[in-house]
């Protein structure tokens, strides 16, 4: 009976301390940072300084987006923020990503918006959210979905109905995944920006009071925020949310256009831009980190807060990227952070003599000129595709260092986190292709085809559901009886190789508006392979942001009609559906474009990698059937990153689309590539 007795005890008080656990878990847990346990008041910009709860609050953050990175090191990445001194976490929501067709919404595994959120929280981090519906970022149309184009008459950020419509669909079931994390309810979110930049936009003046309302009937009660350029700053706002600011450089006229806006409000540089994005056929663009360290010195020192866009950029993986159009159009590369020797090679003298200055200008606090060199300089880490302070494979650059040296003597000497160790890379032994399946081969794995009159763009295919075609390529295919002199008429979006029976005679590009077509007899199949290299993600004509064939292409001035369309957008189901296809091995002189397959081995646990394609010219790059993105041999990124979440023990599928030309092999890195880089004036 004893013996019983001891045991029930035994049970009931684990039980009782199982039960305290959850008890203070769930209604006593201090909440992330230090702060007191109550949360009536959030945070408020009713004085000329921030204060949370009551409390003088500077807001020093760093933007990192949870898409761009692979959701095995949203840990490492936040961490490794933290402990540079980072107190907030920023992030933009791509629309895009989580609604990629009308009625169907994802926010699972890499995309878990809440999962991100609540981890920031564990970690200590406040959150800022940028929630949109558009947010640039680089992103292919700003985040906005594809689809959207498919009215004809849409007007994207405005009050038109058809766009309303859909932003009030989305952010019902956005918004609600927000309104519990917001810092009144517990949880880590201290603010939520409304739109992006909507000053250098500015098509209707209702819009933002739209976006507001939208956010806040749905529950969202916490500081609101709005951000543009100082020329922007009074077009841009909205009543009932404080304006920031977005710079590169400091300059007190930007200052004052602000003050002179809300005088006295707490002033923060929302987009504090730590680099900037590169495109295809450009150099690498990198701000030395003296220019903006000295920027980030006289923020802080006159108590105004400061979000780093970015700290880690990661990769717009697959096709995210975006473009520009000013003064012309240009891809953006993949890469949104990514490290570069080449820059360390070109630059190391200029930076060892600048940046020693720049220790000393700032009393940072380095004990020696060797060791500032040692630490900032002669390490192999480097700069950042977007030049972010974090790189791309996660590594610490120059400018991380400065930034921690700096906030920790911001922070007068009070102790910040050690710094979690890097992750490993290897260079893996190349990958011979050993099988080829030609695109012509491929086709009767799209969906279709299609068969139209005139050409279809992109958005309008009757595919996805009827949602069109977000990206990727598209092939047109019709019958002509002659040669003669083919024009494009500007109306290819964005490139377009050019085949004649399946024999390639040229390329359209928005430089070249026409080649010859060939003499021969009887009917031939001319074919476009037009390739979408990504919509403008700014800029007042996203309206007309329709891919594939946008208008009429002529053969001797007649226009061509009657065209078979085939819908490649490349998804994760089509690639899969190829292993099913009739795959051959490799020729000695194989059909372009074509899918070239190789195996890669893994001994034991993955590491980190980048992929390196030279004699290659132009393509996208799969492993296990994820689109890592394109490469092009005229760069300036010549490598693609390829993190060990993506990869098996054992054997992992490599296949290559390549448009042009290959030499068959494919290279691994323990470095990224980036180019000869340039500094940004």
Known sequence: MMVVIRIRRKYAVIIFFIFAFIMYYKYFRVPPGEWRISRKVGLSANTSQFTLEGEPFQIIAGSIHYFRVPRAYWWDRLMKMKACGINTLTTYVPWSLHQPERGVFNFNTQ????????????????????????????????????WLLRDDNMRLRTT??????????????????????????????????????????????????????ALQSRGINELLLTSDNHDMIRSGGVAGAIRSLKLQRFNHRDLQELTAVQPNSPIIVMDLWTGWYDVWGDLHHVLPPENMMSTMKAILRRGMSVNLYMFHGGSSFGFMSGAFADPSYKALVPSYGSTDPVCLTCHKQIKKKMIAAFLVQESITITTQQEAVQKYILSPLTFADYDAPLSEAGDYTPKYHLIRDLLSHHRRGESLLHMPALQYRQAYEEVIMYQHLPLWDALSFTEGPVTSHRPVNMESLPVNNGNGQSSGYVLYETVVTSGGLLRSGNNVRDRALVFVDRTYIGLFKRQTAELAVPDGKGRRTLSLLVENCGRVHKGRSLDKQHRGLVGDILLNNVPLRNFTIYSLDMKPSFIDSLYQAPWKNLPENP??????????????????????LPGWEKGVVFVNGLNLGRYWSIGPQQTLYLPAPFLNGGINQVIIFEEQEGDYKVQFDDAADLGMAADIL
């Open 111 to 146: 995309l878990d918006l809440e999962s991100y959120i609540s981890l920031a929280a564990e970690l200590g981090l406040w959150v800022i959210v940028c929630p949109g519906p558009y947010i640039s970022s680089e992103l292919d149309l700003g985040g906005l979905p594809s």
């Open 591 to 612: 059909v372009f474009p074509g899918f070239f397959m190789g195996r890669l081995f893994v001994y034991g646990y993955p590491s980190d990698t980048f992929v390196k």
């Open 160 to 213: 038109y109905e058809g766009f309303t419509d859909a932003v009030n669909t989305y952010f019902d079931t956005l918004i609600p995944k927000l309104v519990h994390l917001q810092f009144k309810k517990g949880g880590p979110v201290i603010a939520v920006q409304v739109e992006n930049g909507y000053g250098s936009y500015a098509k209707d003046e209702a819009y933002m009071l739209f976006v507001k309302k």
